[in-house]
Nanobody
Framework: QVQLVESGGGSVQAGGSLRLSCAVS??????VAWFRQAPGAQREGVAA????????YYSDSLKGRFTISHDNAKNTVYLQMDSLRPEDTAVYYC?????????????????????WGQGTQVAVSS
């Protein structure tokens, strides 16, 4: 089992920044990812990381504004979000899997992940 607890969401004006945290406990995951879901929209993969080796993967549309990182000493994965836009408004979820994932697309696909946090709301105003 893997337990995930997100924090760091909130309200920010367009152009601002937020850093989300995902505290990981239990068995060590192979991948930890961030997803987001806006009202009325499908859940979207944002970024993923292998905490053991540090390899990261990003949604093409978000790369450059969002950065995923990890602190193994704190068992925490972060999502730094810069230059936020109103369309980034969503509930952001942390997810984890203990399986090896092959294709890059699998790492940003929510069906690949077994463990989920409760989500944290991010609201970006114009």
């Amino acid at each position: 089992q893997v337990q995930l607890v997100e924090s760091g969401g909130g309200s920010v004006q367009a152009g601002g920044s937020l850093r989300l945290s995902c505290a990981v406990s239990g068995n060590s995951p192979v991948y930890v990812a961030w997803f987001r879901q806006a009202p009325g929209a499908q859940r979207e993969g944002v970024a993923a990381i292998n905490p053991l080796i540090g390899t990261s993967y990003y949604s093409d549309s978000l790369k450059g504004r969002f950065t995923i990182s990890h602190d193994n000493a704190k068992n925490t994965v972060y999502l730094q979000m810069d230059s936020l836009r109103p369309e980034d408004t969503a509930v952001y979820y942390c997810a984890a899997t203990r399986y090896l994932l092959g294709a890059r697309s699998d790492k940003l696909d929510d069906v690949s992940y077994d463990y989920w946090g409760q989500g944290t709301q991010v609201a970006v105003s114009s």
